[in-house]
């Protein structure tokens, strides 16, 4: 880096001249650069440029290994989707017809008692919805009369979980859907009413889904359904009783209701496994089971 | 730079090899000097080039790299509380070529330590312009690529960059002989 060769000069002249510099300013910057120049500049030995190579190599292979396990786990969650998907358009023929139009027919009712000025949050109806909607659902989706959830055991001996969740999209995504379709006139009219009313039926919906769940590991799917919907109605007549209308929760404890019935849902996901779903008679072996009831 | 991206590990080592020397001149001199700051900031700017995932095939390579190590230098200095006229004694010493040995006069010696010190004095960005105009024969173009500013201010920025190294050394001069 000291010898600086001819051509070098030359070109910082031409360099300075095209940034306009008079002949004098280059001549008085030539020799600044001439200076800088001659000074020491580092340059690597071999080794060092090894070292740099190596640590670099340890990078490369940490970015690349985080690179292929962000895309497995990208490539995983897209397939889990879509066969639950696949799963939830083969399941659309369990549902009778029944259960579209009774559920459509209660969440359009509700609506109009809404557009006709009802205040979701201090009527008993609004509070009986949810739940009416959950138990239609439950019975509609499982439909085993004898063995609770286990009918999935029998229906898709190698992934009972992935069938659940595929009935549970199904149900309550319609009832979601249609709830919230069924909602957009009322958002669009700027009615206050609306969320009030969506979160009255939509988290009782979903703890009374998620209690069904739970309790049809041990009993039935009719049984467990029918139990937490004449719980519910208790609940709410009694609190009804006590307090008259004003038995608005608000809509921080019906997020935590809401809540509640998600973490049931999931809970009961997780626990979907051969040894925790009851045979409806002891020792009784699947496959006697399976004959009898279908 | 396309084959890394892909994947190819193998595309690495000529990369280096290739950009190594050249960095680490460029960061020893935009630090003023420190070898061992210049050489973290050699492997910083690689380890950034490998972990960032958004270079375009069409973007020039080279403007790219210095524009990764002039911000790293940046963001070094600033982090530190330190700018370019902090540098010490130490390393505008080291500044000097120790090849040139006792034929080379006191007199050069002196020069090429203010010289250094007034490159040192300079701001970030026209040092920055400086060093990869005359000293990496880079164009107006890819120095405005590097910088990330219009080709008028990287003009600006060498213009006003060689008038305040000969303002400093005229300053210093007429200071040495009063």
Known sequence: ????????????????????????????????????????????????????????????DSTTNQAVRAAGIISILASELKAVLSVARAQLMVFPAAF????????????????????????LVF??????????????????????????????PTNPRQLTVARLVVMLGYQVLTGLLLSAPLWLSGSQAILSLTSTWLAPLLLASGLTLVVSLRV??????????????????????????????????????????LIFIAATIALLSPNAIRFPHPGERVADSTLRTF | MEALMAGDQAALRPLVERHHANLLGFLYRMVGGDRRLAEDL???????????????????????????????????????GRHGEMIGEDALADLVDPRSGPEVTALERDTNRRVAAAMAALGHEYRAALILRFFHDMSLESIAQTLGI?????????????????????????????
Request: glycine share 10%; charged share 20%; aromatic share 6%.
């Open chain 1, 127 to 156: 509070y009986l919805v949810g739940p009416l909607l959950a138990y239609l659902g439950m019975r509609s989706a499982f439909q085993g009369t004898s063995f609770g959830v286990l009918e999935l055991e029998l229906a898709c």
């Open chain 1, 220 to 261: 039935s799917m009719p049984r467990a359904a029918t139990l937490v919907y004449a719980a519910w109605t208790v609940t709410v007549l009694a609190a009804w009783r006590l307090r008259g209308p004003d038995i608005s929760v608000g809509i921080p404890l019906d997020a935590a209701v809401a809540a509640g019935g």
């Open chain 2, 150 to 178: 219009p080709i008028g201010t990287v003009k600006s920025r060498l213009s006003v960059g060689t008038r305040r190294l000969r303002e400093q050394l005229a300053n210093a001069d007429s200071g040495g002989e009063g």
């Open chain 2, 42 to 80: 050699v492997q910083d700017t690689f380890l950034r080039l490998i972990r960032q995932r958004t270079y375009a095939e069409s973007r020039p390579f080279k403007p790219w790299l210095y524009a990764i190590a002039s911000n790293l230098a940046r963001d070094h200095f600033r982090a530190s």
């Open chain 1, 100 to 123: 579209w139009v009774a559920s459509g027919i209660v969440m359009l009712g509700g609506m109009l008692l809404v557009g006709m000025g009802l205040d979701p949050s201090r009527s």
């Open chain 1, 1 to 60: 880096m000291s010898h600086t060769h001819g051509s070098e000069l030359a070109r910082w002249e031409d360099s300075l001249r095209e940034l306009g510099e008079t002949e004098g300013e280059v001549a008085g910057t030539l020799p600044i650069l001439l200076s800088i120049a001659a000074q020491s500049v580092p340059l690597p030995a071999r080794g060092e440029t090894e070292v740099l190579l190596t640590n670099l190599q340890k990078a490369l």
